[in-house]
């Protein structure tokens, strides 16, 4: 019998240390969004972007995977400044 899991399940095994105040990455001040901040509202596996309430992108960096799909899209742009977390906070991947 092959039993199914979701991702969703997998991906709530994963622990998260918030360097509280400390985001590893920082969205550049912006008037209007770029075509890449955008998408990255629906890129981001971890749900970290979001639009505020005055039209801009914001990310919360708690539960980042650091996948780097933000880091490829926007750095090069300027449109984000993206660093690994300090030792000891960041993700904690639980496998098996
Ligand atoms: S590195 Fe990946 S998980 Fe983290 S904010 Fe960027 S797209 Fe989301």
């Not at 985001?23 to 890449?36: E, F, M, Q, R, T």
């Not at 990255?40 to 708690?62: F, H, Q, R, S, W």
Request: glycine share 12%; proline share 4%.
């Amino acid at each position: 019998m092959t039993m199914t899991v979701r991702v969703e399940e997998k991906l709530y095994q994963n622990r998260y240390v918030v360097d509280a105040g400390r985001g590893h990455i920082k969205v550049a001040a912006h008037d209007k969004p770029s075509a890449n901040l955008l998408a990255m509202i629906n890129l981001c596996p971890a749900g970290c972007y979001a639009l505020n309430e005055n039209g801009k992108v914001e990310v919360a960096t708690d539960g980042c995977f650091e996948c780097g799909t933000c880091r490829v899209l926007c750095e090069p742009s300027g449109d984000l400044e993206w660093n690994y977390p300090r030792g000891g906070y960041g993700v904690l991947f639980k496998f098996g």
